[in-house]
């Protein structure tokens, strides 16, 4: 069992920036991929980006460019620093982990607001 912890949500201004921040506890020897899902409400669960344990990372092409994930393997942890952020970048985002073993878990989310 994988547990996800999220920090780092809020509220900024078109073209501000913020961190997002995910902490994985237990299993973390299996994680293989870890990353950012997004949702908003009536809309299905995108991919924003991940990156996996040979440090290959996937990018949402909306985001390419502004939003750069890195991953402490050893940690277990994972960042997504997000600049220029974009009032279309509102939503729910939502820390992802796939294991090799154990299928996908996911955190509670986190709320990112923003504004024109």
């Known amino acids: 069992q994988v547990r996800l912890v999220e920090s780092g949500g809020g509220a900024v201004e078109t073209g501000g920036s913020l961190t997002l921040s995910c902490t994985a506890s237990g299993g973390r020897s299996n994680i293989y991929d870890m990353g950012w899902y997004r949702q908003g409400r009536g809309t299905q669960r995108e991919l924003v980006a991940t990156?996996?344990?040979?440090?290959?990372?996937k990018y949402a092409d909306s985001v390419k460019g502004r939003f750069t994930i890195s991953r402490d393997v050893n940690k277990g942890t994972a960042s997504l620093q997000m600049n220029s952020l974009k009032v279309e970048d509102t939503d729910t985002y939502y820390c992802?982990?796939?294991?090799?073993?154990?299928?996908?878990?996911w955190g509670p989310g986190t709320q990112v607001t923003v504004s024109s």
């Open positions: 990156l996996n344990r040979p440090g290959e990372a």
């Open positions: 992802y982990v796939g294991t090799y073993r154990f299928g996908d878990f």
